[in-house]
C-alpha cells in the first residue's frame, strides 16, 4: 500500500500562503479566547461577581434583566404527599385496595402494601379549575396565581440526603445552598440585615439543618442568618458595659480604617470589619423589625397568629417576620415548616397514620402560609418577588405493609413557583396514572434551582466559584431552564 504526501506537491509559495493564513487563524482564536468568546455557544463563560471586601452584601447587576429582585423559599420538611395535596389520581380510587402493578416488595421503609385513594377529597378550585385537596383549603384558593412542577424528580431517598440535594445540588455536605448562591452572586438591597435569612419551624431545624442554609465553600459572609419571629439572633442587645464603652468602639473603628488604608489588599481585615459594623447596625435594625405589636389585630388573627394551636401561632408569627424581612430588602428570606425528629413525629414524614401526620402540619402550614402570599400580593411585594413552595421528594400511591402510612417517593412529586415571573395558574410535566413515576415532561431538582436563578436573572451554568480543582455551581454539570415556568 502506497501513501501520498499531499506536500510532495506544494510549491514554496504555496507552502508560505498555508502558513500566513493559519497564522491568522491562530490569532482569531487568540482574540476569541481572551475575550471570552471561544466556543460560548457549546460552554458559557463564568461570570464570578465582583465582591467589594468592605461592602460584600452591596447589591450587584445580575447577569441579565431578572424578574425577580427577591425570593421567598417555603421549604416543609418531610416529603409532603404530592397525591394527596396537589397531584390528582383519579385511577388511584377506581384501584383503591388492589395490590399495585409492578412495584418491588420492599421500598425505603420496608415490605409494601396496597393501593390507596387519596385521605383527603379533591376539588376544581379557581377559574384554572385546577383540583387541590381539602387538605390545603386556604392554598388551594391561590390556585390561580401558582405554577405547578409535577414531574420532579430526587436523586436520593434519605431526608438528609435529599434535602442536602434540594437546597445545594449535591447530596454530599459542604456545598452552597440556593440562597448563599443568590446573595454571592447578587448582595442584598439593604445592608442593615443580613442579605439571607432562614426562619426555622418552630420546633427545631430540619433533618439536614444548617446545610440548608450553609455557604460551603462560598465566604462564610453569604449564609444564613438563622433566627425565628420567637428567637431572635444570639447577643443582639449590648450589654449595659458594651453601650457605655461606644466612644471605645468609634476609636477602634478609626483605628480599623486607617490600617485598612494602609494596607488596601487586606481582603480578609476588610471582610472582618464589615462583620462587625453589619452586627453593629443589626442590633439596631432588628428588634424594630421583629416587634410585631404594629400589627393589626386583624392581620394577627387572619395569619392565625392569635391561634389556639400554639406551634401554628409561631409558625404564623414567622409568617409575618417574613413578610416584614422582604419588606426591608432581604435578598432571601427561607421559611421552614417541619422539623427534625425520630419517626417524624415533627415533620411530614408520614411512614405511619398519614392522616394524622399530614393533617396536624397541613393545619400549621396552610393558612399562615396562604395569608402571607395574599399580603405580598396585595402589596405589590409578588412583582419583584418570587415565592418557591418546595419539598425534598413525595410519597407513593401505596401504602407501607401497615396500612396507614406511605413510603418516600423519589421518581415523581411536585413543587411549585408564584410571583415574579412566573406564568400563574398552570401546571408543568405529570406523573404516571397512579402518580408514581414522572412520566412527561420530566424534570429535576437541576432543572429547578436553573429556573429559580434564571428568574433571578442568573445562568446556573455561569454562576461559579472554583474548588477542587474545578469551577462548581448548585447545578453541577446538569440542568436546563423549565421554559414553561416564564411568563
Known amino acids: ?24 487563524g491562530f490569532a482569531l482564536a487568540q482574540l476569541l479566547s481572551r475575550e471570552g468568546l471561544l466556543g460560548a455557544e457549546n460552554k458559557p463563560q463564568s461570570i464570578r461577581p465582583r465582591i467589594d471586601p468592605a461592602r460584600p452584601f452591596a447589591a450587584r447587576p445580575s447577569h441579565f434583566p431578572a424578574k425577580a429582585e427577591q ?15 396537589f397531584d390528582y389520581k383519579p385511577e388511584l380510587y377506581k384501584h383503591h385496595g388492589k395490590a399495585p402493578p409492578n412495584a418491588p416488595k420492599v421500598t425505603f421503609e420496608g415490605p409494601i402494601g396496597n393501593l390507596a385513594k387519596p385521605f ?12 387541590i385537596s381539602d387538605l390545603v383549603p386556604h392554598l388551594a384558593g391561590l390556585a390561580d396565581d401558582i405554577c405547578f412542577i409535577h414531574s420532579l424528580t430526587a436523586k436520593n431517598s434519605a431526608h438528609t440526603q435529599a434535602e442536602n440535594f434540594l437546597s445545594t445540588g449535591f447530596t454530599f455536605e459542604g456545598y452552597p445552598s440556593l440562597g448563599a448562591w443568590t446573595t454571592y452572586a447578587l448582595g442584598t438591597l439593604n445592608e442593615n440585615l443580613p442579605s439571607f435569612v432562614a426562619i426555622a419551624d418552630p420546633r427545631g431545624r430540619s433533618q439536614a439543618g444548617p446545610n440548608n442554609w450553609g455557604s460551603g465553600f462560598l465566604p462564610a459572609t453569604f449564609q444564613g442568618t ?8 444570639q447577643n443582639l442587645r449590648a450589654s449595659a458595659k458594651e453601650s457605655a464603652s461606644r466612644a471605645a468602639v468609634d476609636l477602634l473603628a478609626t483605628l480599623n480604617g486607617e490600617h485598612l488604608e494602609q494596607h488596601p489588599g487586606n481582603t480578609d481585615l476588610a471582610a472582618r470589619i464589615s462583620s462587625y459594623e453589619l452586627a453593629g447596625r443589626m442590633q439596631s435594625s432588628i428588634p424594630g423589625l421583629m416587634d410585631l405589636k404594629g400589627e393589626s389585630v386583624k392581620t394577627l388573627e387572619t395569619y392565625g397568629a392569635t391561634s389556639s394551636n400554639t406551634i401554628k401561632a409561631e409558625y404564623a408569627r414567622n409568617c409575618l417576620l417574613a413578610r416584614r424581612l422582604l419588606e426591608q430588602g432581604v435578598r432571601v428570606v427561607q421559611l421552614f415548616n417541619g422539623a427534625f425528629a425520630s419517626g417524624g413525629k415533627l415533620n411530614w414524614d408520614s411512614h405511619s397514620n398519614i ?5 396536624t402540619h397541613a393545619e400549621i402550614l396552610d393558612q399562615p402560609t396562604a395569608a402571607l402570599l395574599r399580603d405580598l400580593k396585595q402589596r ?9 413552595w418546595c419539598t425534598e421528594f413525595g410519597r407513593l400511591p401505596f ?15 411536585t413543587c411549585w413557583l408564584m410571583g415574579a415571573g412566573v406564568k400563574p395558574g398552570i401546571s408543568i410535566g405529570s406523573t404516571d396514572e397512579l402518580g408514581w413515576k414522572a412520566t412527561d415532561n420530566v424534570k429535576t431538582l437541576y432543572d429547578f434551582n436553573a429556573t429559580i436563578l434564571h428568574l433571578l436573572g442568573l445562568d446556573h451554568e455561569r454562576l461559579t466559584r472554583y474548588f477542587n480543582g474545578t469551577e462548581r455551581r448548585i447545578t453541577d454539570v446538569h440542568g436546563h431552564v423549565i421554559q414553561e415556568v416564564l411568563a
Open 1 to 24: 500500500m502506497t501513501f501520498t504526501s499531499h506536500t510532495q506537491h506544494l510549491g514554496r509559495r504555496g507552502f508560505l500562503g498555508s502558513f500566513a493564513a493559519s497564522a491568522g
Open 71 to 85: 425570593v421567598l423559599l417555603i421549604f416543609c420538611a418531610g416529603a409532603v404527599s404530592h397525591l394527596d395535596t
Open 120 to 131: 383527603w377529597d379533591f376539588k376544581p378550585r379557581g377559574q384554572s379549575g385546577k383540583m
Open 226 to 233: 438563622a433566627f425565628s419571629a420567637d428567637e431572635p439572633p
Open 355 to 359: 392522616v394524622s401526620s399530614h393533617g
Open 380 to 388: 405589590g411585594m409578588l412583582d419583584k418577588t418570587l415565592v418557591v
Open 399 to 413: 401504602m407501607q405493609a401497615n396500612g396507614t402510612g406511605r413510603d418516600h417517593n423519589i421518581e415523581g412529586f
